[in-house]
Nanobody, 124 residues
Framework: QVQFEESGGGLVQPGMSLLLSCTTS????????IYWYRRAPGSPWNSRDF??????????NYADSVKGRFTISRDNDKDTMYLQMNNLKLEDTGVYYC???????????????WGQGTQVTVSS
């Protein structure tokens, strides 16, 4: 199974930035898309909200709440994906997870195996 390990989270004040990293045990070049998700405080352990997607073509999509502030990217040589988070807001607080997907039956299907995530806390 593909394994994910997220890092780079921390405690920051609103308006500051963080760069999250995700190393994978697989080759991200083989993925049809890479993703970042997050779990907001108080949400169930298996509840994750979409944050960002980067397709194999390079096309990027973002949740409306982070559009213009977050940037997803990847480094194929390092099998690593990144999430650059700028102008962080209180609502960005949560545990951030990375994942990859393959297209099956016309849809992007995420790996069911999630990492532990990295905690991002935005507080004034």
């Amino acid at each position: 199974q593909v394994q994910f390990e997220e890092s780079g989270g921390g405690l920051v004040q609103p308006g500051m930035s963080l760069l999250l990293s995700c190393t994978t045990s697989g080759n991200i070049l083989l993925a049809d898309a890479i993703y970042w998700y997050r779990r907001a405080p108080g949400s169930p352990w298996n509840s994750r909200d979409f944050v960002a997607q980067m397709r194999e073509t390079g096309e990027k999509n973002y949740a409306d709440s982070v559009k213009g502030r977050f940037t997803i990217s990847r480094d194929n040589d390092k099998d690593t994906m990144y999430l650059q988070m700028n102008n962080l807001k209180l609502e960005d607080t949560g545990v951030y997870y990375c994942n990859t997907a393959q297209i099956r039956d016309g849809t992007y299907n995420l790996s069911p195996f999630w990492g532990q995530g990295t905690q991002v806390t935005v507080s004034s």
